[in-house]
């Protein structure tokens, strides 16, 4: 065997090989740049550009390897264990809500569409189960792990509400976690998308009652060979699937797993959570068309089911009013063309709340559902007029929008104005076509052809927003985190002065104390990279440094807007896929 020292290495060979590969590469970029232009003049195309076919794409989400505990970091022990627990819990709600949208939810819905479904061949029904049982098995373990982390969370905001004030890690007389019960409720909602998806897709409950007879006729048949006990094992499996996943109470057995008796002021935060995120959202207005929006008033929603349904209260006010949102919100959509009556969804989940609504009340929804897309479908040309419009306005605005006249931060703000209006306008456009598409489908209503050919033209002012994003992304890049930057120290600058009135007065209480942290952990946060586990923290310290009435409610709006635009602009290459029409149904 020859050993790597017999070799012997000259450096004239070595150096005439690199130039021989190098000649040859060379060789093969010009071969394909006079391909490309061969191409170009035969179709004479003056410029060549799909965002469809790049080979790189930049990812402009700003990230950080640093562990949480670095992270946290202040003199108060206390503020930093309480922090740190509800951040990473946070942080898990939100990779469980990417991987429900991105893994989970797709294949449900797409599930029984192919050409001949409506004509399948014998057994062909069985077999699809068969395909799609490892994905529903992928479900229920997310299930599982959806039910551990909601009563983690449950459990430790019961702790932290509930125990006496010489136990408690910091002084929550005046603090509202109103972000965190969001979190819960975005939780709840997740699973409350799961059973609609599930429950809307008449194809596989069909396939699945079939597929559960044709087990128990394997089971009796004496010519097929297999071992029972293996059988056996699987008809549990699948029974197990049948009840966890299929039967549509995912929500229900979430909110009814055992929980130890919780304390009476964690059902007052819940209230006043669910209050807080309802009047949050009235205060939208007419962004409730935003898909977005929608899907964020199911929080208060399901948070209020869990209210109800694990302290057994029956409040006949605040039901009404959540009862009284199908006025704004006839029909919310959940994900693709599934759409949820708020109404109907109240009615399954709190059967013994339905005496609070009258034959009047339930005869106004239908009416109201009706009504709404009959306005909707009138103001369809309006409503294509301006947004096409916008679009046009909005792309010359963005074309010169990177010129920076005037001083640095004005063309900054202007940058940013232009992010976020442009993702903007995409889900408000997206929303409008997929409400219209679902609607007529729910509500069993022809659609007419002006309706149809709006929402074409609608479609491509989607996709010319797309085109543009994708064609600017250089020139974003290297623009956003200048707008980060700027964002970054308006809160630095607000949050220095408002501690500095704080450490004006010597006599410090145990809650100012919790609050000067608090914003110091703020500051740390944001000088900087604004990655997601740094927004959350901020938005976390935020409600605890707000106790005492330490901020306006000017101040407090402030703070909330610039933590908004950070995340718009920080995530806008994940926003901008409301871009994306695939799952919009056309009829």
Sequence with gaps: MISEGDWNYDETVIKNLGQKYLKSYSEFIDKVNEEVSSTSETQDVSYLWDFTLRPVQLALAPHEHVDLVD???TDNKGLNKVILVFTSLCLEVRDLK???????????IMYGERPDAENLPKGEAQLMIGRIIPLLQEVRGFIGRCYE??????????VLFGQDKVAQSIVMKDVHLVTVFDVLGTLFTILAILDEVIENNNTLNEHWTLYRSILRTVYKADQFSFDE??????????????VEV???????????????????RLQAEIMYSINCLLSANETAGQSTRDKDIQLSLLSPVTLYIFYCTVFHVQDKKTFRNIW??????????????VILPLTSFLKRHLPFCCKFVDKKMDAAVVTNRQSYLQTTVQNLNKDTVNFTAQVAAWCADLTEGFTMEGTVQTGLEKICRLLTNGILLAKNISSLVAMIMNMHSTLSKPITKNSVMCCITLLQQLKIIECVFSEKEEIFAMSVSHVIQQLTLKVLNSMENLKRKLTQDKKYSYSSLDIIAAMNLIQNCMNGCCSVPRNVICQIALEIAQQGKTMSNDDQLMFSNILQKIQIVTNFQEKSTDCDSALIPLL
């Excluded at 982390?149 to 019961?158: E, F, M, P, S």
């Excluded at 009814?256 to 008796?261: A, D, G």
Aim: one cysteine or more; charged letters at 20%; a positive charge.
């Design 71 to 73: 992270l946290v970091k």
């Design 98 to 108: 990417q991987q429900a949208f991105s893994q989970l939810l797709p294949p449900l």
């Design 149 to 158: 982390v909601a009563k983690n969370l449950i459990l430790q905001l019961d």
């Design 229 to 242: 006990g293996r059988l056996k094992l699987y008809e549990n499996i699948v029974a197990t699937l049948e």
């Design 246 to 264: 299929i039967d549509g109470r995912i929500l229900q057995n979430c909110i009814k797993q055992s929980l130890p008796v919780l304390s009476n």
């Design 324 to 337: 009284d949102l199908h006025k704004r919100v006839p029909f919310i959509h959940v994900f693709g063309p």
